[in-house]
């Protein structure tokens, strides 16, 4: 098993729809400001149009995923409309997305010469 298999994902950003908060990890901080605000906006949006809780998260690969989760007690949760949602934002947002996990990629790649 190659050390990269015992990696955890590296929680980019994500938005709680329980507690209103929006979350954007501190190693990314250095993301132009446009692109960290697009990425606010689509977390906060998601999240108020289905409910949840949505994480975006880097896979050990560089593979950008959305997580969704909610509260068992929430039937309010759009569980159909989120899994759209998803698949929606994949492709509206493609070229974001790739220019992310690339970015992401990239940053591993310079850390581990270091």
Known sequence: MSEREDEENVVLCG???????????????????????????????????????????????????????????????DEIGSGLKVKQIRQEKRELLEALELYYRASRQLEEKT
């Not at 209103?20 to 949006?45: A, G, H, M, T, W």
């Not at 998601?46 to 880097?58: K, Q, R, Y």
């Open 15 to 77: 938005a709680n729809s329980y507690e209103q908060k929006y979350y954007l990890n501190e190693r990314f901080r250095v993301l132009p400001q446009s692109i960290q605000d697009e990425l606010k906006v689509l977390c906060v949006l998601f999240v108020e149009d289905v409910g949840g809780i949505l994480t975006m998260e880097f896979e050990p690969d560089g593979s950008l995923v959305m997580r969704v989760q909610n509260d068992e007690a929430d039937y309010l949760f």
